[in-house]
C-alpha cells in the first residue's frame, strides 16, 4: 500500500490534528483537501455507524458563495432544478451541468437568504466554473470559497449527541432543513443532511478555529454515547444508493443517465445552462442508467471503471464496490445500457483479478 | 502514516501498473489523478536523477484543448501574456489569473495549430474555468479534456536515452520548443521541457492504449543507461525555484507576488481578463514576493503553510521545504513581506515542531 505523501497543496482541515489523534488510517483527497477514508477499519466503522454515533471531518465539502442582486439568477442559471420555490432553510440537491447536460457536479444549494447561497460541492472546482460564468454574463454577484468547514454528525444516536450540544430544538430540525443554533456565542447553521442513511446532522462551522471547539464539545458530551471519529462507509452509501462524483458519474453523463431525472425541471428553469441538451435527452430517456448490482464474491478494489460485457462488447461499467458485512455480498454500482438493466439480469464484470458476475438488483439495498 | 485509498475518483493513469511494479512508495493527488512522490526513498531518487536518466508519469498534467476559429483569441482572453508572437511549435509558461489578477493556474500552452491549442495544466479543474469562459461569452470554439497523457524523461542522459527511441533528430529540439516524432507509425508531439533543471523531455502520449509500449520502449533502450522510474523531487524543483500551484501560490496571489511579471504583458495583451487589476499591480509592483529561504537545520514536512513572524506579527509564510542532500540544508521557499525580503534577511518560522531560522537567499540554489 501507497502511502499518501504531505504537502500544502493537499489541505488540512480544521479537525485534522482531531481525526489524527483518533488515528486515521486512509485518506482520499477530494477538492484538493484530505478526507479520512477509515479509522479501525472499514468493516468495523460501518458497524459503529449503524449503531452508534460519529464526527466526520467533511470540511472537503467546499462551500462556493454567490452573494448579490443577481444571486438567485445565477444560481437558477447553474441548474436545471427549478428554484422559484426554494426558500432561506431550505438545501436542495441540486445537479449541475454544462452546455451539453453532462454532469459538473453533484453539490448541495443552501439558500442562506434571498440574495445569498452556498454551495456544497462534491469533488471538482465548481468554483470556477461559477466564477466564469459570472464574470462573462457580467452578473452584479460576488463568488468565493468562504471560511466554512462542513462538520457531520451521523448515526442512529445523531440527535441524542447534537441535542446535548445545541440544544433540544435540533430535533426538530426536518429532513434537507436548516436552522440557525447558537454554539458559545457563535450563529451556526445546521443541516439535517448528511452522507450516509443513518441519519444525522452537517455543522457548517465558521472560521477555521472554530472547528476544534466544536470537534471537541461533540467528544464530551457523547462519552456515553460510544461517539467515534468517523467518515463517509463506501459500503454503507453504496447500500444507500448515494452516489459520488468522480466515481459512478462524470461530465460524460446526464443526470438522467445517473437518476437524477426528478431533480430536472427542465421545461421550466428557464435561463438554465444545459437547458436545451437535457429538453432533448427527457423526450427520449436515457439509454444507460444508474443500477445497483450484487455479486457474490468479495472483490478487489474498484479502483477503475470495471467493463461490464455481453457477447464481446461493452454494455456498461461497475465504478464503485465495496464488501457489505450486513448482506453479506459485494454491493456495487455500476452505469448499464437499456439492454440488460432490468432486475434479475445477468453482468459479466471484468476486473483486474478476473471476472465476477454480478446481479442487477430491483432497488438499492437500505 | 496514512495510506492512500484507491478509488475510480483517484484516476489511474496509463503507466500506473508500470509504476506500481516499479515499487512506488507515495502517490499524491494531482488534477484528481495519482502522482507518485517517491520509489526507493526520496534521497535516493534525488541523487539518480542528478546523475542519470529518470521516466515519470505526469499524465496527471491533464490537457485542456481549445480548438476552432475562436482559439486564439480564447487562448489570449485566459493570459495576460502576449501571445501575438507564439508559433506553432512553441510551449509557453502562462499565468492564469480570474478579474482581480488571482493565479487560477500556472500551466504550460502548447500551439499545436493556428487554431489549436493544449494547455498543460497545474492542479486545478482550469477545464471549468475555460469553458465557462467561452460559453457565456458564445466564443466559437471547442473546449475539452483530450486522451493525451504526458511522460516525461529527465536527468542528465535524457538526450541519449530518448535519440535511442525517437531519433537523433530529438537531439536538436530547444528548450520550450517542440517536434513531432514516430514511435511505432504514431505521431507524436516531443517537447524539451519538464519539472526539473536537469534537462528532459516531455512526450505527449496520445491515448491510453500507447502508454505502456512507450515506458516500456524507454526502459529496453535505457538499461545500460540505469534508467529509473521516478517523479518530481520536492528538493531538486526547490533548488531550482520551480514553483508548485497549490504550495507556493493560490488563487490569493498576483503573478507578481509569485516572480512572474515577467510574463505578463499586461499593456499589450489585450482582451485577457485581469488585465484592469494587473495593470495596477504593475504600477507599484507586489509588497509580498516568493523568496529561496535556507534553513540549517532539517525541518519536518511542510504539510500546511508555516507563518514567518517578526516583532508579533506575521511578516510572510514557508509553502514548500525539504532537506537537500547536495546542499547540505533544508532548502524552502515562501512568500515574503517586502520589509523582510532582502538576501541575508533572517526569518523566524514557525512549525507544528517548533521554530526554525531560515536566510533569505539572493537566488534560487540552481
Known amino acids: 500500500m501507497a502511502i499518501i505523501s504531505p504537502s500544502r497543496r493537499l489541505r488540512r482541515t480544521p479537525f485534522s490534528d482531531a481525526v489524527e489523534a483518533a488515528g486515521v488510517g486512509g485518506y482520499t483527497v477530494y477538492n484538493h483537501m484530505l478526507l479520512p477514508t477509515f479509522f479501525e477499519s472499514p468493516e468495523a466503522d460501518y458497524h459503529h455507524l449503524k449503531r452508534h454515533v460519529q464526527v466526520w471531518d467533511v470540511a472537503c465539502e467546499r462551500q462556493v458563495e454567490l452573494r448579490g442582486p443577481d444571486a438567485a439568477r445565477l444560481m437558477q442559471t447553474l441548474t436545471?432544478?427549478?428554484?422559484?420555490?426554494?426558500?432561506?432553510?431550505?438545501?436542495?440537491?441540486?445537479?449541475?451541468?454544462?452546455?451539453?447536460g453532462g454532469m459538473l457536479n453533484d453539490p448541495v444549494a443552501v439558500k442562506v437568504a434571498e440574495d445569498r447561497f452556498w454551495i456544497s460541492i462534491a469533488d471538482s472546482d465548481l468554483l470556477l466554473w461559477v466564477k466564469g460564468i459570472a464574470l462573462a454574463y457580467r452578473m452584479e454577484v460576488l463568488v468565493d470559497e468562504p471560511d466554512i468547514s462542513p462538520l457531520a454528525v451521523q448515526g442512529p444516536k445523531s440527535d441524542d449527541l447534537m441535542a446535548r450540544v445545541f440544544g433540544e430544538d435540533v430535533r426538530n430540525l426536518r429532513f434537507f432543513r436548516y436552522s440557525v443554533f447558537d454554539f458559545e456565542g457563535t450563529d451556526i447553521i445546521i443541516a439535517r443532511s448528511g452522507y450516509s442513511k443513518q441519519g444525522g446532522f452537517e455543522i457548517y462551522v465558521?472560521?477555521?478555529d472554530l472547528g476544534r471547539p466544536i470537534w471537541d464539545a461533540l467528544f464530551k458530551a457523547g462519552e456515553d454515547l460510544n461517539v467515534r471519529a468517523g467518515c463517509p462507509s463506501a459500503a454503507e452509501r453504496i447500500e444507500g444508493g448515494l452516489l459520488s462524483y468522480g466515481n459512478d458519474m462524470t461530465r460524460d453523463n446526464t443526470p438522467?443517465?445517473?437518476?437524477?431525472?426528478?431533480?430536472c425541471n427542465t421545461e421550466t428553469a428557464?435561463?438554465?445552462?444545459?437547458?436545451?441538451a437535457l429538453l432533448r435527452v427527457a423526450k427520449d430517456g436515457p439509454i444507460r442508467q444508474i443500477r445497483a448490482i450484487e455479486i457474490k464474491e468479495r472483490v478487489p478494489a474498484c479502483d477503475r471503471a470495471w467493463p461490464i460485457m455481453a457477447k464481446g462488447k461493452q454494455i456498461g461499467q461497475v465504478t464503485s464496490a465495496a464488501w457489505s458485512p450486513d448482506f453479506d455480498c459485494t454491493v456495487a454500482i455500476g452505469m448499464v445500457l437499456m439492454t440488460h438493466w432490468d432486475p434479475g439480469t445477468v453482468l459479466h464484470i471484468e476486473t483486474p483479478e478476473?471476472?465476477?458476475?454480478?446481479t442487477v438488483r430491483e432497488?438499492?439495498?437500505a
Open 80 to 100: 436545471p432544478r427549478d428554484l422559484r420555490g426554494m426558500l432561506p432553510g431550505q438545501c436542495f440537491y441540486v445537479p449541475v451541468v454544462d452546455e451539453t
Open 206 to 208: 465558521p472560521g477555521f
Open 256 to 263: 438522467h443517465e445517473c437518476g437524477l431525472g426528478r431533480f
Open 270 to 276: 428557464i435561463g438554465c445552462i444545459g437547458r436545451d
Open 354 to 358: 478476473g471476472p465476477f458476475e454480478g
Open 363 to 365: 432497488a438499492f439495498w
